[in-house]
C-alpha cells in the first residue's frame, strides 16, 4: 500500500474525495427550508410537495430534460426522506412544549391532562395551535407566541360569570382596578355600571378586519363591551350609511373624524398627542359619550322606521327564491349576486321544462278556436318577483342603505341596533378604562368608530406586546403560500404535484 501525493496531500492510492460545494449548499437550503416550512404551518402533504420540488430542481440543475421516475429513487431520495422525518421530529418536540408553557399544567408536564393531550389554557388544539395559530403569528414576526400566550389569565370583570374570558395579564392588573375606581367616585357606582355590561370578550387570534395586521386581541390586550350593539363603524360604504343617517336627524356626529376636533376650543381638554390618540381625561371622555348618544338614537329611530319594509321586501324574495330551488341565501350577499343566481336558476328551470316537453304532439286548432294564451311558468314568476324587489331596495336610499348594513353585518347586529341604538357602553366605565387607567377606546380613533373595544398600548402605533422577529419595512408577511411559491425553482420544466 503506497501513498501518494495529490495536490499537496497523501492518500492511499485513490483520488482524495471531492466535495461538490453545490450539493453542500443545496442541501442546507433543502433542510432550512423544510424548517422554516414547519415554522409557517406545514403539513404532509407540504413537505412532500417540498422534498420532490427540491429533487426536481437539483436534477435540472444538471439536465434540462424532465426527469424520468427514477430520478426520485437515487440516494438523494432516500436523504431528503431522514431530513423531513427529522425536522418533523424536532419541531414535534417544539410544539408539545410550547403547549405545556402555554396550559397551566406546564408546572406539572406529567400530569394525566397533558399525557391524553389535553391543555387546560387558552389554546387548546395542539393540531390547531401548530398548523393554523401558531404560523398566523409567526408570519408577523412572533417566533415565540408560546412567551405570550403563557401569560393569558382567564380573568372575570366585575366578579360577574357570564363576563368571563381570557387576556393578558397585564390587561387584567388595570381592569381589576376598575370597581375601586368608580367606587372611588361615587359609593355603589361599580355596581350598577356592571348591570349595564351584558357581554365581553378578550384573546381573540385573528387580524384587524380588512387589514393585514394582527388584531390586539390577538395578545390579549383588548376586550370587546357590549360587542352587538357598539359596532366597529369603519369604510367609507359604512360611514356614509350612518352619517346620512344622523345627518338626516339633525344631530352632529362624524363616523369618520375624530369626536373631539383638534382645536382647543373645541374640546374639554386637549391630548397632549392630538384629538386621535394620547391622554384623554374622564371629562373628555364623558363629552366624547354625550356626542355619541344622539347620534346612537337617531340610528336606532331611523332603523325602527325603515327596517320593517325591507323585512317585508326580503320575505318575498326568500319565498321566490325558494320557488327556484335556492335556499340558505346568507344576508350579507350582494343584490347583484343574489340576482344572478336567480337568472341562472330561471334559466336551468326553463330549459328542463322544455326538455321535458320535446317529443309531446303539437296540438291543432280548428278555425273557430284561438289558441290559449301563453303559459306563465312558476320560474318567471319567482324571478318577475326578485326583479322587482330588487328594483325597489336600489330606487329607495333608505332600503338601500340597510342593504349595505346587512352587506357589512351580521344580522344579528343590526337586530340589535333597532332596540339599543350604537353606543350602549355604560359612561363611567368608559370614563374609568381611559381617562383613569390610560386604556385606548376605539371612540378615539380618527377615521372610525368602534365603542366596544378598549386596548393596552404602549403608544398610538406601539403594541404592547411586540415581534421578536419584526418584518422589515415593505416584507410581505411570511406564509406558508409564499415559500412554497418560492422555493427549489428548477430551470425547466416548471413543476406540478
Known amino acids: 500500500m503506497s501513498l501518494v501525493k495529490m495536490a499537496g496531500r497523501y492518500s492511499l492510492g485513490v483520488e482524495s474525495l471531492a466535495i461538490d460545494p453545490t450539493l453542500q449548499n443545496?442541501?442546507?437550503?433543502?433542510?432550512?427550508?423544510?424548517?422554516?416550512?414547519?415554522?409557517r404551518g406545514a403539513n404532509s402533504w407540504d413537505l412532500e410537495s417540498l422534498r420532490l420540488k427540491y429533487l426536481w430542481m437539483r436534477h435540472t440543475e444538471k439536465s434540462e430534460v424532465a426527469p424520468a421516475e427514477e430520478a426520485f429513487q437515487d440516494p438523494e431520495d432516500l436523504w431528503?426522506?431522514?431530513?423531513?422525518?427529522?425536522?418533523?421530529?424536532r419541531f414535534d418536540s417544539i410544539i408539545q412544549q410550547e403547549?405545556?408553557?402555554?396550559s397551566f399544567a406546564s408546572a406539572t408536564q406529567g400530569?394525566?391532562?397533558?399525557?391524553?393531550?389535553k391543555y387546560p389554557g387558552p389554546v387548546q388544539d395542539s393540531d390547531e395551535y401548530q398548523h393554523k395559530i401558531r404560523p398566523l403569528y409567526y408570519s408577523y414576526g412572533y417566533t415565540h407566541p408560546a412567551d405570550f400566550l403563557a401569560k393569558q389569565v382567564e380573568f372575570t370583570l366585575f366578579g360577574k360569570a357570564k363576563l368571563k374570558t381570557w387576556i393578558h395579564e397585564d390587561l387584567a392588573h388595570i381592569l381589576v382596578k376598575t370597581p375601586r375606581v368608580l367606587d372611588g367616585w361615587s359609593a355603589g357606582l361599580a355596581e350598577m355600571t356592571a348591570k349595564g355590561i351584558d357581554s365581553v370578550n378578550g384573546l381573540q387570534i385573528r387580524e384587524v378586519k380588512g387589514n393585514k395586521v394582527l388584531s390586539n386581541h390577538a395578545?390579549?390586550?383588548?376586550?370587546?363591551?357590549?360587542a352587538l350593539a357598539n359596532p366597529h363603524v369603519v369604510g367609507p360604504a359604512v360611514i356614509e350609511v350612518?352619517?346620512?343617517?344622523?345627518?338626516q336627524a339633525g344631530v352632529q356626529f362624524d363616523f369618520g373624524k375624530p369626536v373631539l376636533g383638534e382645536h382647543a376650543m373645541d374640546i374639554v381638554s386637549k391630548p397632549s398627542s392630538g384629538a386621535g390618540h394620547g391622554k384623554y381625561t374622564a371629562d373628555d371622555i364623558m363629552e366624547m359619550q354625550n356626542r355619541a348618544i344622539p347620534a346612537s338614537d337617531a340610528v336606532k329611530a331611523w332603523l325602527q322606521a325603515n327596517l320593517p319594509r325591507y323585512r317585508q321586501i326580503m320575505g318575498k324574495v326568500q319565498i321566490a327564491e325558494k320557488q327556484l330551488g335556492i335556499q340558505n341565501?346568507?344576508?350579507s350577499t350582494s343584490l347583484k349576486d343574489r340576482f344572478k343566481a336567480a337568472e341562472a336558476a330561471r334559466n336551468r328551470l326553463a330549459h328542463q321544462r322544455q326538455e321535458k316537453q320535446k317529443g309531446k304532439p303539437i296540438p291543432v286548432y280548428s278555425e273557430d278556436n284561438v289558441a290559449p294564451p301563453p303559459e306563465t311558468y312558476r320560474e318567471e314568476e319567482a324571478f318577475e318577483e326578485i326583479e322587482s324587489a330588487f328594483a325597489g331596495i336600489t330606487s329607495d336610499p333608505e332600503l338601500s342603505r340597510i342593504q349595505t348594513l346587512y352587506e357589512n353585518f351580521d344580522t344579528s347586529y343590526i337586530n340589535t341596533w333597532e332596540k339599543q341604538g350604537v353606543m350602549s357602553i355604560p359612561l363611567y366605565f368608559a370614563a374609568a378604562l381611559v381617562g383613569e387607567q390610560n386604556l385606548q377606546w376605539g371612540e378615539q380613533y380618527e377615521s372610525s368608530k368602534d365603542a366596544m373595544h378598549f386596548e393596552l398600548v404602549d403608544g398610538p402605533t406601539k403594541p404592547h406586546v411586540k415581534a421578536d422577529a419584526p418584518l422589515s419595512r415593505g416584507e410581505q408577511t411570511r406564509t406558508l403560500k409564499k415559500l412554497m411559491d418560492e422555493s427549489f425553482p428548477a430551470k425547466t420544466p416548471k413543476f406540478h404535484f
Not at 80 to 89: D, G, H
Not at 242 to 247: E, P, Q
Open 329 to 331: 341565501v346568507k344576508p
Open 80 to 89: 431528503t426522506r431522514l431530513v423531513v422525518a427529522e425536522e418533523n421530529t
Open 111 to 117: 400530569s394525566a391532562e397533558v399525557r391524553e393531550g
Open 242 to 247: 350612518f352619517n346620512s343617517v344622523v345627518k
Open 219 to 226: 395578545f390579549g390586550c383588548a376586550i370587546d363591551v357590549n
Open 26 to 39: 443545496s442541501q442546507t437550503l433543502f433542510r432550512s427550508t423544510i424548517h422554516e416550512a414547519l415554522e
Open 99 to 102: 403547549m405545556q408553557q402555554i
